[in-house]
């Protein structure tokens, strides 16, 4: 997709029935939680091997978008983490507050990042992998 095309409301077009999404996902939550040899599967795909006792370089990249949204003026925060070479955890959400300035919606974007830093870090002290440091890279250039 071109990074120059701006998705807009369309105000002719029809609404979408969430409850339907929400029931395939209620549905797909129900059929994990039931089936633990489905749940055993889908869980070993994902699983990421590393060296016991070693450290791991993580590193957390957090990039806005300064009121990129046609229909409201907010903006977007996307925040990705890597451990060694693996992406780990991502995603990119509308911020709730209204950033009057580049520089708010950067730092709301690199409080988000850090948040998933802390985290990270807090969710791995029961493993035996080492994390001493996180490190939280931000965009700080616009767009052109």
């Not at 990270?120 to 994390?131: D, G, R, S, W």
Request: hydrophobic share 35%; glycine share 6%; charged share 20%.
């Amino acid at each position: 997709m071109s990074s120059e095309t701006k998705l807009t409301r369309d105000k002719d077009g029809e609404s979408v029935d969430d409850t339907k999404y929400y029931g395939m996902i209620g549905s797909l939550l129900y059929l994990t939680a039931s089936r633990p040899d489905i749940m055993f599967n889908v869980c070993l795909c994902p699983r990421l091997w590393y060296p016991k006792g070693t450290g791991i370089e993580t590193i957390v990249y957090a990039n806005f978008d300064h009121a990129g949204d046609y229909v409201d003026r907010k903006s977007t925060s996307g925040v990705c983490t890597f451990m060694g070479c693996c992406l780990t955890l991502w995603f990119s959400k509308k911020q709730t507050a209204l950033a009057i300035s580049t520089t708010e919606a950067e730092y709301v974007s690199a409080s988000k990042a850090c948040q998933q830093a802390l985290w990270m870090k807090q969710a791995l002290v029961e493993y035996p992998c080492l994390i001493v440091v996180i490190h939280v890279l931000c965009d700080n250039k616009g767009l052109p």
